[in-house]
């Protein structure tokens, strides 16, 4: 197995981005000619390896890669506890993440009063129009990079029409959350896997639009920032609200019409 996202998620959140032993922040700030570094490690508590550190076969494989097997540390402290594993044991490992994350909540109740967090929403911010997405790379430049999405779709009328359309709606949903873990080849792959979807939502009458709305996020100890949502809706193909755009014109051109649905 793999660290799941909500695995990562947690470690990282209650660890607050920092080394459980130096307090290191894991994140270094980009620079004129660089990105962002992450120095920040998922270390294992237990080896699932055999002869690893700390291994212990009595581990369940699906317990390895789990939030409760996982601390988070710098790459200096990762291969110290990993090097000097008789003194950095199983217990030493655990007391260490559990007295980081008291620090953390602790710390985080200390400070003083952070103002509620909104997010602002402008109609001019919204898409007038979604548009019809009819490849998994169109898709995929819609999803990747938005820090939320707005799903939704028509009336459902069978069992098997709430399987397809679901599984859809949730596949998009994960694979835009996994954001920039995903590696190229792992993009080209999901790439094809959706379109092969998109067309089977097709075959059984039904299309897919999507759009972006850039609404504001407001409060907290940071000022106002861009908060981009992926809009993403099924409809079936005689909905009312899809339009053609330039019919006309597009095929005097040999070109195929663009259809659209209302936002």
Same mark, same amino acid.
Request: aromatic share 6%; proline share 3%; charged share 25%.
């Given at each position: 197995?793999?660290?799941?996202?909500?695995?990562?998620?947690?470690?990282?959140?209650?660890?607050?981005?920092?080394?459980?032993?130096?307090?290191?922040?894991?994140?270094?700030?980009?620079?004129?000619?660089?990105?962002?570094?992450?120095?920040?490690?998922?270390?294992?508590?237990?080896?699932?390896?055999?002869?690893?550190?700390?291994?212990?076969?009595?581990?369940?494989?699906?317990?390895?890669?789990?939030?409760?097997?996982?601390?988070?540390?710098?790459?200096?402290?990762?291969?110290?506890?990993?090097?000097?594993?008789?003194?950095?044991?199983?217990?030493?490992?655990?007391?260490?993440?559990?007295?980081?994350?008291?620090?953390?909540?602790?710390?985080?109740?200390?400070?003083?009063?952070?103002?509620?967090?909104?997010?602002?929403?402008?109609?001019?911010?919204?898409?007038?129009?979604?548009?019809?997405?009819?490849?998994?790379?169109?898709?995929?430049?819609?999803?990747?990079?938005?820090?939320?999405?707005?799903?939704?779709?028509?009336?459902?009328?069978?069992?098997?029409?709430?399987?397809?359309?679901?599984?859809?709606?949730?596949?998009?949903?994960?694979?835009?959350?996994?954001?920039?873990?995903?590696?190229?080849?792992?993009?080209?792959?999901?790439?094809?896997?959706?379109?092969?979807?998109?067309? @089977?939502?097709?075959? *059984? #009458?039904?299309?897919? &639009?999507?759009?972006?709305?850039? +609404? /504001? %996020? @407001?409060?907290?100890? *940071? #000022?106002?920032?861009? &908060?981009?949502?992926?809009?993403? +809706? /099924? %409809?079936?193909?005689?909905?009312?609200?899809?339009?053609?755009?330039?019919?006309?014109?597009?095929?005097?051109?040999?070109?195929?019409?663009?259809?659209?649905?209302?936002?």
């Amino acid at each position: 197995m793999a660290i799941t996202q909500r695995a990562r998620k947690l470690l990282w959140g209650r660890a607050a981005n920092r080394c459980a032993i130096c307090k290191r922040e894991l994140v270094v700030d980009a620079t004129p000619v660089d990105q962002e570094a992450l120095v920040g490690e998922e270390c294992h508590i237990i080896s699932a390896r055999p002869g690893g550190p700390r291994h212990n076969p009595s581990l369940a494989p699906s317990d390895a890669d789990s939030y409760q097997n996982l601390i988070l540390l710098c790459r200096v402290h990762h291969r110290m506890v990993d090097e000097q594993s008789e003194t950095y044991n199983t217990d030493a490992l655990r007391g260490i993440k559990a007295a980081h994350e008291h620090w953390v909540s602790e710390s985080l109740q200390s400070v003083a009063h952070i103002g509620q967090t909104k997010l602002r929403w402008h109609r001019r911010s919204s898409p007038e129009y979604l548009v019809r997405l009819t490849t998994g790379r169109e898709l995929l430049n819609l999803i990747l990079g938005s820090h939320g999405s707005s799903l939704d779709h028509d009336e459902l009328r069978t069992e098997q029409e709430v399987e397809l359309v679901g599984d859809f709606l949730q596949v998009a949903r994960d694979y835009g959350e996994a954001g920039e873990d995903l590696e190229p080849y792992q993009l080209v792959r999901i790439s094809v896997e959706l379109t092969h979807a998109i067309q @089977e939502l097709e075959e *059984a #009458g039904f299309f897919v &639009f999507g759009g972006r709305e850039v +609404r /504001v %996020l @407001e409060g907290g100890i *940071a #000022g106002p920032a861009d &908060f981009v949502v992926s809009i993403l +809706r /099924v %409809l079936r193909q005689t909905n009312d609200v899809i339009i053609k755009v330039d019919f006309c014109d597009k095929v005097q051109d040999g070109e195929k019409p663009e259809e659209h649905s209302e936002g």
